[in-house]
């Protein structure tokens, strides 16, 4: 959410913080690149990327899944990159080998974070996007897959459960690892052992000038290991002017099974999830806002459905320091409870909220992934803030438990501490 505007790097890192309701960053970059394009300006100097068998830069990662199939994704720094993938049952089983497509990306920029030496540059040059599908899958198990090359680089994906099935995932967004809470929380989280993660958008932050892709991949493996990612677009996806597409895009678009590259829907166990981008229009009359409402009756008309969550970036609600969306929740909120989501799930304000009305879904602000905390009250006056049941300024994830008749969640802190339960029934 917030624009970071100053650092101090030493043995402790000062932040301070200015305002963030802009959509975009400012140009910086960093050194010149030797992978075969040319260097940004401004940041620190360097001798370009090396790049040495096996080649591996970045991944891999999953980002879509059915009951029946996955899609694995990783960057290679050379078309020499061995395209392989296996899987197995994380049960035991039978190990398979597919090939990866491969399709090679030319990044002009080089960008670099502008304080301290510990983020490495995200070097300009040519990259090969590895996607590799695995078929067969039986419904309702998790595998594990490694890169054939190199198996320390791998992780986990379930395919979707069966109608009913208990399953968990997690809801996390506005991650800022290179400030250490990010981390800290994921590390309380994922023991829980979650199918899937969903986050609310701001994945990375250069603003925080301490930052690149090239820094958040290996930080965040944990979580990228540990199922499918599925995120949506924030505000900070956009700090360079190619970084949606050269960066957020290639490395995340795609994700689910319709939409478009940044609005998206899956399913597991009966649930419904869509997501859309709230940088672009969801008010009523808007491409997006048509196909949620067309996706959200379909589902509801599936005789399969249990219940749908919807998640996005910028709140329809929230008390904290950011702007709401009245026009969009008007629009919206009836349509929620006409097609029986039970969630919303919302970020962009670096706090935790939750909201419970007569009727409709729960709304729950899960943005303390790990920016700079907000001020979760500066807009308290607001005339639905009575409806607020819980919130605080605190870095945290959020654990969703689907069970036989009731979803629970917890918000769970970097320290471990349960600071807000919830439960609601399932119709």
Same mark, same amino acid.
């Given at each position: 959410?917030?624009?970071?505007?100053?650092?101090?790097?030493?043995?402790?890192?000062?932040?301070?913080?200015?305002?963030?309701?802009?959509?975009?960053?400012? /140009?910086?970059?960093?050194? =010149?690149?030797?992978?075969?394009?040319?260097?940004?300006?401004?940041?620190?100097? /360097?001798?370009?990327?090396?790049?040495?068998?096996?080649?591996?830069?970045?991944?891999?990662?999953?980002?879509?899944?059915?009951?029946?199939?996955?899609?694995?994704?990783?960057?290679?720094?050379?078309? $020499?990159?061995?395209?392989?993938?296996?899987?197995? *049952?994380?049960?035991? /089983?039978?190990?398979?080998?597919?090939?990866?497509?491969?399709?090679?990306?030319?990044?002009?920029?080089?960008?670099?974070?502008?304080?301290?030496?510990?983020?490495?540059?995200?070097?300009?040059?040519?990259?090969?996007?590895?996607?590799?599908?695995?078929?067969?899958? $039986? *419904?309702?198990?998790?595998?594990?897959?490694?890169?054939?090359?190199?198996?320390?680089?791998?992780?986990?994906?379930?395919?979707?459960?069966?109608?009913?099935?208990?399953?968990?995932?997690?809801?996390?967004?506005?991650?800022? *690892?290179?400030?250490?809470?990010?981390? $800290?929380?994921?590390?309380?989280?994922?023991?829980?052992?979650?199918?899937?993660?969903?986050?609310? &958008?701001?994945?990375?932050?250069?603003?925080?000038?301490?930052?690149?892709?090239?820094?958040?991949?290996?930080?965040?493996?944990?979580?990228?290991?540990?199922?499918?990612?599925?995120?949506?677009?924030?505000?900070?996806?956009?700090?360079?002017?190619?970084?949606?597409?050269?960066?957020?895009?290639?490395?995340?678009?795609?994700?689910?099974?319709?939409?478009?590259?940044?609005?998206?829907?899956?399913?597991? &166990? =009966?649930?419904?999830?869509?997501?859309?981008?709230?940088?672009?229009?969801?008010?009523? =009359?808007?491409?997006?806002?048509?196909?949620?409402?067309?996706?959200?009756?379909?589902?509801?008309?599936?005789?399969?459905?249990?219940?749908? #969550?919807?998640?996005?970036?910028?709140?329809? #609600?929230?008390?904290?320091?950011?702007?709401?969306?009245?026009?969009?929740?008007?629009?919206?909120? *009836?349509?929620?409870?006409?097609?029986? #989501?039970?969630?919303?799930?919302?970020?962009?304000?670096?706090?935790?909220?939750?909201?419970?009305?007569?009727?409709?879904?729960?709304?729950?602000?899960?943005?303390?992934?790990?920016?700079?905390?907000?001020?979760?009250?500066?807009?308290?006056?607001?005339?639905?803030?009575?409806?607020?049941?819980?919130?605080?300024?605190?870095?945290?994830?959020?654990?969703?438990?689907?069970?036989?008749?009731?979803?629970?969640?917890?918000?769970?802190?970097?320290?471990?501490?349960?600071?807000?339960?919830?439960?609601?029934?399932?119709?």
């Amino acid at each position: 959410m917030r624009r970071l505007t100053a650092f101090v790097v030493s043995s402790l890192l000062c932040v301070a913080c200015g305002d963030d309701e802009s959509k975009t960053g400012g /140009g910086g970059a960093g050194a =010149g690149g030797s992978n075969g394009g040319a260097g940004g300006t401004g940041g620190q100097g /360097g001798a370009g990327l090396v790049c040495e068998a096996p080649f591996v830069t970045k991944g891999p990662w999953s980002l879509a899944f059915t009951d029946t199939t996955a899609r694995v994704r990783w960057e290679a720094c050379s078309e $020499e990159a061995n395209p392989e993938l296996v899987f197995a *049952p994380e049960a035991g /089983g039978e190990e398979r080998t597919v090939a990866a497509s491969v399709a090679p990306f030319t990044l002009t920029e080089t960008y670099a974070a502008a304080l301290g030496d510990f983020a490495p540059p995200d070097y300009a040059g040519t990259y090969y996007t590895h996607e590799a599908e695995l078929d067969g899958l $039986e *419904p309702g198990k998790c595998y594990r897959y490694h890169l054939a090359s190199d198996p320390e680089r791998g992780g986990r994906v379930c395919a979707a459960r069966a109608p009913g099935e208990p399953f968990t995932f997690l809801a996390i967004g506005d991650t800022n *690892p290179a400030l250490g809470s990010t981390p $800290e929380t994921l590390s309380r989280v994922l023991p829980s052992n979650p199918d899937f993660t969903i986050h609310g &958008g701001d994945i990375q932050y250069y603003d925080s000038l301490v930052e690149t892709w090239s820094y958040w991949f290996p930080v965040m493996q944990p979580m990228l290991s540990q199922g499918a990612f599925l995120p949506a677009i924030g505000n900070h996806e956009s700090e360079r002017s190619d970084e949606l597409s050269s960066y957020a895009l290639r490395f995340f678009g795609g994700a689910g099974f319709d939409g478009g590259e940044t609005y998206y829907r899956f399913q597991s &166990g =009966g649930v419904w999830f869509f997501t859309v981008n709230t940088e672009e229009p969801i008010s009523q =009359g808007s491409p997006q806002a048509i196909w949620l409402q067309a996706g959200l009756e379909e589902a509801a008309a599936d005789a399969n459905h249990r219940f749908s #969550v919807v998640y996005f970036h910028r709140p329809l #609600v929230t008390c904290g320091d950011s702007g709401d969306d009245e026009a969009a929740f008007s629009h919206l909120a *009836p349509i929620f409870e006409q097609n029986n #989501v039970l969630f919303v799930i919302q970020a962009h304000m670096h706090g935790y909220e939750r909201f419970e009305f007569d009727a409709g879904p729960t709304y729950v602000t899960a943005a303390g992934g790990g920016g700079l905390l907000g001020n979760v009250d500066e807009n308290a006056a607001r005339s639905y803030c009575n409806r607020r049941e819980a919130s605080g300024a605190f870095y945290h994830g959020v654990l969703f438990h689907v069970g036989e008749t009731e979803v629970t969640g917890e918000a769970i802190d970097r320290d471990g501490a349960v600071r807000d339960t919830f439960s609601r029934a399932i119709p």
